[in-house]
């Protein structure tokens, strides 16, 4: 049984394409008596809309995969609650944007399968019951602890049984940081601004800040041994994405309009706690954190 732990967007997705037979979610500790099953309808890129119906898990013996599909920040305490019931060889996939969350959980449970994803598949939740396949993607798994890299090639077979693409990945780390560039790039201009990622490119506060916050993430990378990018390499990366999902609304937008935490902590605020580790000033990524958080409701 593949369990999921989080069933947000992107964990029924996942849900939704793996085998149905194979796969129950994790419920909340503090959740009322669950009902058997979780049921919702699913609008796929390919085959239109489906009704989904899939169990809540009855037992963790039962489990051969856990995917986790928490936010960055609820990661932690969830799996506090649930990897004491599991069986020391069952891999955990983490599916979170940004980084620290990942390092958080590998360095509580260093003897544990654990992996990361990072993925490109896009998901939301228009309505609470409704999941929408928004964006088809790639997804990359690599490990993050030695006893970890045994199971990749399982874990990879069995999340291609859903269809999507996903890749071995033995240096999961860079593709992280890959991902974390484009999000520190264009999530908090566009939570700032309250625009859909295009509209940040010719905004004055986007103008004047993206060569600093460059110059700070290229500094960060090369310190850390992730490539030595040019700070003109991150910017064109930055609004190409920018471009290229011109009319979306990102993730950190969609979590201050609905009031909801957003991940700048495992973001930019990431990158400051990075560079006080390694003494390299990061006044733009500090900047964005501080106006995010007076915009979010925690
Ligand atoms: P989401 O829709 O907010 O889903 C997170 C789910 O986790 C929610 O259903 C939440 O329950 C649940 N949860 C929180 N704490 C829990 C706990 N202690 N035990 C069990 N469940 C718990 O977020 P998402 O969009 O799926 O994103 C999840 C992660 O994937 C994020 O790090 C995001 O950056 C990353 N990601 C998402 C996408 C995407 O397209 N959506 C793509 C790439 C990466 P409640 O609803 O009850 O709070």
Redesign the pocket.
């Known amino acids: 049984m593949i369990g999921i ?9 996942w849900a939704a394409l793996l085998p149905q037979h194979q796969v129950a979610f ?5 959740a009322d008596p669950a009902p058997a099953t979780l049921s919702y309808t699913f609008e796929s890129i390919q085959d239109g809309q489906h009704t989904i119906s899939l169990p809540w898990l009855q037992s963790p013996d039962d489990l051969s995969l856990l995917l986790v ?4 920040g ?2 932690l ?2 799996l506090q ?2 990897l004491p019931q599991l069986r020391e060889s069952v891999p955990v996939v983490l ?4 980084l620290g ?1 990942q390092q958080r959980v590998a360095d509580a449970w260093p003897a544990r399968p654990i992996l990361a994803a990072s ?7 228009p309505e609470p019951n409704r999941v929408v396949h ?2 088809i ?1 790639e997804t990359w798994v690599g490990p993050l602890t030695p006893s970890a890299r045994p199971k990749l090639a399982g874990v990879v077979a069995q999340l291609a049984t859903t269809g999507l693409v996903v890749h071995a990945e033995d240096q999961i780390l860079p593709r992280l940081w890959q991902k974390l560039v484009v999000n520190a790039g264009i999530n908090p201009f566009t939570a700032i601004l309250d625009c859909p990622n295009g509209d940040i490119l010719a905004n004055d506060f986007f103008l004047s800040h993206i060569d600093s916050l460059c110059n700070e993430i290229a500094e960060l990378m090369a310190a850390e041994g992730i490539g030595i990018p040019t700070p003109g390499e991150l910017r064109q990366r930055i609004e190409a994405v920018a471009r290229n999902t011109a009319r979306n609304t990102s ?1 950190m937008r969609g979590d201050i309009l609905n009031r ?1 935490r957003t ?1 700048i902590d ?1 973001i930019n605020g990431y990158l400051v706690q990075l560079g006080s580790r390694l003494d390299i000033p990061t006044p733009v990524n500090q900047l964005l954190t501080d106006k995010v958080k007076q915009l979010s409701p925690h």
């Open positions: 732990l989080g069933a947000g967007s992107l964990g029924r997705l994790l419920p909340r500790p503090d599909t928490t936010k960055a609820d990661t305490d969830a609650h649930w599916f979170q944007n940004g969350s993925t490109t598949e896009g998901a939301n939740r928004a964006g993607g993730s909801r991940e495992f």
